[in-house]
């Protein structure tokens, strides 16, 4: 991924807008993707955006595979991040399963609004999927990270919304009449569980995971020292706020019985379990965040095209550097709706997200690069704890993959491809 990591020496990077042409050896991604014009604010939203998403919607499913004591752990365990280091392969197969983990949702709650209106209707999912995808082809045309600052503002408005919404519902419906029996117990057993829990894990990963903070970090204004940290601690405070109360909440509502998306259990025997309206507006708001986050992601797969396809020297705007822009974005969207719409498995892709990318990048990677880098004593805790954490997470993540390609294969047993979920 051709990142370009901003600091004081952003304006010499970047060059001048509308004027001074950009020297000869910066990419076209990076100069018109990646302004540096942000404030802190700004950065704050966009990693909101980039890490809070409706996503958290499945991590009470993964408290069901590993339980109280585990699941709260690996919630808590999981929040610190190494993601500035980042490998460009990985990256990019993040951001881009990103893409198709957000169209399959944005799908899923255009299906959940149809039938809370026509129970009875005939309209399957990947027609859904294929809809939400105008839309995401549409905002694609957005120009740069800078350019969705309002709407990442808006962004982070919905996910605290949507977030409020799942929390006061899974409540409400614990302690209404038609509560499901509760059972905290592992539903499954032997060589299952354990699958089952590398799963949860993967999932839970990829929920706290953001591949593109070397990105959004490029965007903001020199001087760039402490701005980052203002934002992730803007970002982590939502995170704190949201994360915990729908795992918890949903979890004990639900029990071993939540399913993959939470918003799934709100409908018992094909009747929803709390009143119409307020599954509308609920879904309303994650639909609207979920385009967001994933115009979010599609950001940094568009810098890499742009490297490609785009001029430097030209503007923008010109017709030269607009006409590849429109196509090449076109096509990325095309593709991930296609995979949304052939393998409509949201927990799946979210435990192969977390095992092949978001482990790696964020456990295995860092520690690595820290200690070539920075070469700590072998003698000392740092070496052998960078050391420890990047072994496990690397059997972790084998495990994981194993995992998470096996359940897929599961499923594939009982849904076909453009399978009506």
């Not at 919905?158 to 009449?177: M, N, P, Q, R, W």
């Not at 038609?178 to 905290?184: E, K, S, V």
């Not at 119409?276 to 890499?304: H, K």
Request: charge should be positive; include cysteine.
């Amino acid at each position: 991924m051709a990142a370009v990591v901003a600091d004081s020496s952003s304006d010499s990077i970047f060059g001048k807008e509308n004027g001074v042409h950009p020297p000869k050896q910066l990419d076209a991604g990076a100069l018109f993707v990646l302004k540096s014009k942000g404030s802190w604010l700004h950065c704050g939203y966009h990693l909101t955006t980039s890490i809070v998403a409706p996503v958290l919607l499945s991590l009470p499913f993964a408290l069901a595979l590993l339980g109280w004591v585990g699941g709260v752990a690996c919630l808590i365990l999981a929040g610190p991040r190494w993601g500035k280091y980042v490998v460009g392969p990985l990256q990019f197969g993040i951001c881009y399963g990103a893409v198709v983990a957000g169209s399959l949702l944005g799908g899923q709650s255009l299906k959940f609004i149809y039938l809370l209106h026509n129970p009875n209707g005939t309209m399957k999912l990947y027609q859904f999927i294929s809809i939400f995808g105008v839309l995401i082809l549409f905002l694609a045309q957005i120009p740069s990270f800078h350019s969705l600052r309002h709407i990442n503002l808006v962004s982070l408005t919905l996910c605290l919304a949507f977030s409020a919404c799942v929390t006061a519902g899974t409540i409400h419906v614990g302690y209404s009449k038609n509560a499901p029996t509760r059972d905290y117990s592992l539903n499954s057993s032997g060589v299952n569980r354990v699958f089952g829990g590398v799963n949860a894990v993967s999932i839970i990963a990829t929920t706290y995971a953001c591949g593109i903070i070397p990105e959004i970090q490029a965007t903001i204004a020199p001087p760039v020292k402490g701005k980052m940290i203002k934002g992730l601690c803007v970002c982590y405070s939502v995170i704190l706020v949201t994360y915990f109360s729908v795992a918890i909440s949903g979890y004990w509502a639900f029990g071993n019985q939540a399913m993959g998306t939470v918003l799934s259990n709100f409908m018992g025997n094909g009747q929803p379990l709390l009143p119409t309206w307020f599954l509308l507006m609920t879904n309303i708001f994650i639909l609207l965040q979920i385009s967001a986050v994933t115009v979010v992601y599609l950001q940094p797969t568009n810098e890499v095209f742009e490297k490609w396809f785009a001029d430097p020297k030209m503007d923008q705007f010109s017709y030269r550097n607009v006409v590849p822009r429109l196509i090449s974005r076109s096509i990325s969207v095309i593709i991930g709706t296609l995979i949304a719409a052939m393998l409509p498995f949201f927990g799946d892709i979210m435990a192969v997200l977390g095992a092949f990318g978001c482990i790696p990048l964020d456990f295995i990677f860092p520690m690595v690069v820290y200690n070539v880098t920075f070469k700590p004593s072998k003698r000392g805790l740092v070496f052998w704890g960078n050391t420890f954490i990047a072994v496990a997470s690397t059997a972790l993540a084998a495990v994981g993959a194993i995992a998470s390609i096996r359940q897929i294969v599961v499923d594939a047993k009982a849904y076909r491809l453009f399978a009506n979920m």
